[in-house]
């Protein structure tokens, strides 16, 4: 009950500023000229198109959905190596790497990194899938088919910024892929 006395008055306070956001939001639009609100909307399509293409392409999904194949399969060895939520993505001469701490940890977990994978370019490559938008998506693609989506911190990642510089071999570089 005293947890609840205290913390009532900064849900209020929350509350107050996220409507007061609200209103500068309705004000500015309010107030913004013709070619602003052009922009603005135009911008929103631009997402709004994004995010139907990620739901096409199964970009927000983990994986293709069949475990049998190469990377359902290599999740399940990918997952058996850390317990740590987050990967770290790295490209090599040859090879996609994979990097994670060996458990969960927070502290010097940059440190604690460890390679749990390495999958050569023969049996996989990395691809940008949406590269005409700007998103945190990244696709492996493995050599049968299948295909692992990665989400990565940034929304244009040093890997998005390579691939688009340096296309893999066999990639396509068109949205409908």
Do not use: C
Request: charged share 30%.
């Amino acid at each position: 009950m005293l947890g609840a006395v205290l913390v009532a008055p900064f849900m209020l306070i929350a509350m107050l500023f996220s409507l007061l956001a609200s209103g500068e939001e309705a004000l500015k639009r309010m107030l913004s000229t013709k070619e602003e609100r052009d922009r603005a909307r135009a911008a929103d399509d631009d997402i709004e198109r994004r995010d139907e293409a990620i739901t096409e392409l199964g970009l927000d999904k983990t994986f293709d959905g069949d475990w049998n194949r190469a990377a359902g399969q290599f999740l399940l060895r990918w997952y058996s190596h850390s317990s740590h939520h987050q990967r770290f993505v790295f490209l090599t001469e040859g090879r996609i790497v994979l990097a994670a701490p060996p458990k969960r940890v927070s502290v010097r977990r940059d440190e604690r990194m460890g390679v749990v994978a390495e999958i050569p370019a023969v049996e996989a490559l990395l691809e940008d899938p949406l590269p005409a938008y700007d998103s945190n998506k990244l696709r492996i693609r493995f050599s049968d088919g299948s295909w692992l989506v990665l989400t990565t911190e940034e929304w244009r990642s040093d890997l998005h910024k390579y691939l688009m510089r340096h296309p893999q071999p066999g990639e396509t570089k068109s949205a409908g892929d």
